[in-house]
């Protein structure tokens, strides 16, 4: 449902999120990017810190916007062939900028993954579920600069109660059935895009 006068609305995260799956095992851009839209407006809601760690994130959103295109394989395999990609030095391709989005996405499921575990001594925050996937999905790419500013990013996250509101819940039970259909359909976008990385060799691109 609509969650009045609130940026985020988990419903039009779900809808671009199923809208991104395409028939043929691919992942439509347009759909996809909408969801980073909505995905920005949750991080942009815990606050100015977690704000300003999500400018780099939507920096990565308008690149991949002004190259245009329809599917992610089919930007990808444009972008092999024009040799936009390197596999050796840093570039700023697509290609490479898709994963940095995909990593991103992979922290921000495992956060909702340990937000619908419940409310006991590891998971009672935003805080130590931000934490927690970010060592994960990000820290390992990360230099140690970048990983000690996010873990003050992470110290501003606010309460468990804030994220409720966030979603329009009023308690944990009320939270669970919505976080997991949400994390269901992270779960399928990110596989998908992970395959078609994979096939092109491209999950590890410097």
Not at 9 to 23: F, G, V
Not at 35 to 55: H, I, R, V, Y
Not at 57 to 77: A, D, T
Not at 100 to 124: C, F, I, N, Q, Y
């Amino acid at each position: 449902k609509d969650c009045p006068g609130k940026l985020f609305q988990a419903w039009r995260l779900l809808l671009y999120l199923k809208s991104s799956l395409s028939d043929d095992d691919d992942v439509l851009l347009e759909p996809y990017l909408q969801s980073w839209d909505q995905l920005l407006k949750f991080m942009e809601s815990l606050g100015t810190m977690a704000s300003f760690f999500s400018q780099k994130v939507k920096e990565k959103v308008v690149l991949i916007q002004q190259l245009g295109g329809i599917y992610i394989r089919s930007m990808v395999e444009m972008e092999l062939k024009a040799g936009a990609v390197d596999f050796s030095h840093r570039t700023d391709s697509g290609c490479r900028t898709l994963l940095r989005l995909h990593r991103s996405l992979l922290w921000l499921k495992l956060m909702l993954e340990g937000l619908a575990e419940g409310p006991d001594v590891r998971t009672s925050s935003l805080m130590v579920c931000g934490v927690d996937a970010y060592m994960v999905a990000l820290a390992p790419h990360h230099p140690w600069v970048l990983r000690q500013a996010a873990e003050f990013v992470f110290l501003a996250l606010p309460d468990r109660q804030y994220f409720l509101q966030l979603v329009c819940v009023q308690n944990q039970q009320e939270a669970v059935p919505i976080l997991r259909i949400i994390i269901h359909a992270l779960t399928l976008v990110h596989t998908r895009t992970q395959q078609i990385l994979a096939e092109h060799g491209m999950l590890e691109l410097p």
